[in-house]
């Protein structure tokens, strides 16, 4: 079924002149990504898309190296720069562990949820048991929404209120993850 087709079916609650200009906007949309794929594909390994919460189309993509993974996004709303939107900074602490060093980017956009579910497709595809991580003193100020967002991932979360820390612990391969 074609994008036009798609938003005719869609017409009895939207007038025609709007559904022009939405199809206009998916097929610019649709443009850019496969520009914006080329582009990063040409130094990193695309690893999907997905579409965020506010349904952004985001490219997913990943660094890895012997001793380091790095899953990042671009939202495809510009032109490719050469740099990501979010990303999570892992480290492989041996054969069964990834070790999450550092989540950086935009908070309440949907990304980390993108990113996470992509971290533990690489950990399930490498045969990684458990991906860990700690919650430190700098994160203190947004300590809360750090323990609903691993939760919310099936993490165990372990926080340490009075010295102001804590550590997380997943199994990617646990049915509910």
Not at 18 to 32: N, P, S
Not at 58 to 77: A, P, R
Request: charge should be negative; glycine fraction near 4%.
């Amino acid at each position: 079924m074609s994008f036009q087709s798609l938003f005719l079916a869609e017409e009895d609650t939207r007038n025609k002149e709007e559904l022009k200009r939405d199809l206009e906007e998916l097929e610019f949309q649709l443009y850019r990504m496969q520009d914006n794929m080329k582009e990063i594909a040409r130094k990193w390994q695309v690893i999907g898309i997905d579409q965020t919460k506010e349904d952004s189309w985001v490219i997913v993509y990943k660094e890895k190296d012997e001793d380091s993974c790095k899953i990042m996004l671009y939202e495809c709303d510009t032109a490719f720069r050469g740099e990501w939107d979010f990303s999570i900074h892992a480290k492989y602490e041996d054969n069964d562990t990834i070790f999450i060093g550092d989540i950086k980017g935009p908070t309440n956009k949907g990304y980390g949820s993108i990113c996470m579910k992509h971290l533990k497709e690489v950990a399930k595809e490498q045969n990684i048991q458990y991906i860990t991580g700690d919650i430190a003193e700098r994160d203190w100020d947004h300590v809360d929404r750090l323990v609903h967002f691993y939760e919310k991932h099936n993490f165990e979360v372990d926080i340490d209120q009075h010295n102001k820390c804590g550590e997380i612990i997943c199994r990617p391969f646990t049915e509910e993850s």
